[in-house]
């Protein structure tokens, strides 16, 4: 059985950090691509950063140059380094994964975290 935890989330001011961490059980990270979504209230659920077995790693446009997303193979678990922290970055912040490569849509990911609130006030 597949699950992933996240952690990390809280209320930090604009401008600050903080580093989300998912922690999967039950599958192997080289066999698959893990993404990190958010979704804000009334809004959609979006990508902000997926990262392949490999290595290979790619961004939203909101959040490129501010948001770094890494993996530690060893321990099954990838985090989300978030810098410069803007008002607009609140959200429940979800960690995904799937077979293969990065999928740019919510609905090609088989596996979920229950998610973590980020709240970044002013």
């Known amino acids: 059985q597949v699950q992933l935890v996240e952690s990390g989330g809280g209320l930090v001011q604009a401008g600050g950090s903080l580093r989300l961490s998912c922690a999967a059980s039950?599958?192997?990270?080289?066999?698959?691509?893990m993404g990190w979504f958010r979704q804000a209230p009334g809004k959609e659920r979006e990508l902000v950063a997926a990262?392949?077995?490999?290595?290979?790693?790619d961004y939203g446009d909101s959040v490129k140059g501010r948001f770094t997303i890494s993996s530690d193979n060893a321990k099954n678990t990838v985090y989300l380094q978030m810098n410069s922290l803007k008002l607009e970055d609140t959200a429940v912040y979800y960690c995904?994964?799937?077979?293969?490569?990065?999928?740019?849509?919510?609905?090609?990911?088989?596996?979920w975290g229950q998610g973590t609130q980020v709240t970044v006030s002013s």
């Open positions: 995904a994964g799937r077979r293969g490569r990065i999928s740019y849509d919510e609905r090609g990911y088989d596996y």
């Open positions: 039950g599958l192997t990270f080289r066999n698959y691509a």
């Open positions: 990262i392949t077995s490999g290595g290979y790693t």
